[in-house]
């Protein structure tokens, strides 16, 4: 009779076993991490450390920048430009506009109706939840200062950054002096 070794007959379960032994062992480490992290992050949003999630869309409905003058040189003699802007939010949270800029002036300032016809520049002008904040030389205002000319061109391209929309990049049609 012949004696039969170790190697000499299939043992139980056989090669794929020990591959899915093994295997099982390579991922155990990168689960017990998930598993962890999955926790650590569900105790901070639990605790609020994670903030809400808010989503604020802004609408440009209406945008113009008025010509300074109707002639090139009568331009040039006003150092200021005003910009008409209707800017809707469509989100049930406030937000705030709080810069723009332009590549046609250095310096943008953000001002605002006082009383007595003052216009204090301010650091920004609240946009309401589900609300519209109208913008124009008459009312609360952008004023780009020491523009380069632009009568010539079709459009001025403004960047609008909001608190929390983030940045909106329009471009504004350049119209007749005093027209929105």
């Known amino acids: 009779m012949i004696a039969a070794g170790p190697s000499a007959g299939p043992r139980h379960g056989g090669a794929g076993h020990g591959r899915l032994a093994e295997l099982g062992r390579a991922a155990a480490g990168p689960v017990a ?46 150092d200021t430009a005003t910009v008409y802007l209707t800017i809707r939010n469509l989100a049930s949270t406030p937000d705030e506009l709080i810069a723009v800029r332009s590549a046609v002036s250095p310096h943008v300032v953000l001002t605002e109706t006082a009383g007595a016809g003052g216009r204090p520049a301010v650091d920004g002008l609240a946009v309401p939840a589900n609300g519209t904040l109208s913008l124009s030389p008459f009312a609360d205002d952008v004023v780009l200062e020491n523009p380069v000319p632009f009568e010539g061109r079709q459009t001025v391209p403004l960047t609008l950054v909001f608190r929390h929309a983030g940045q909106v990049t329009i471009d504004a049609p350049v119209t007749a002096p005093g027209t929105p």
């Open 33 to 78: 991490c998930a598993a962890v992290l999955t926790g650590l992050l569900s105790a901070w949003v639990a605790s609020g450390g994670a903030g809400t999630l808010t989503r604020v869309r802004i609408q440009v409905t209406l945008a113009a920048v008025p010509m300074r003058a109707f002639t090139p040189k009568a331009a040039d003699a006003i």
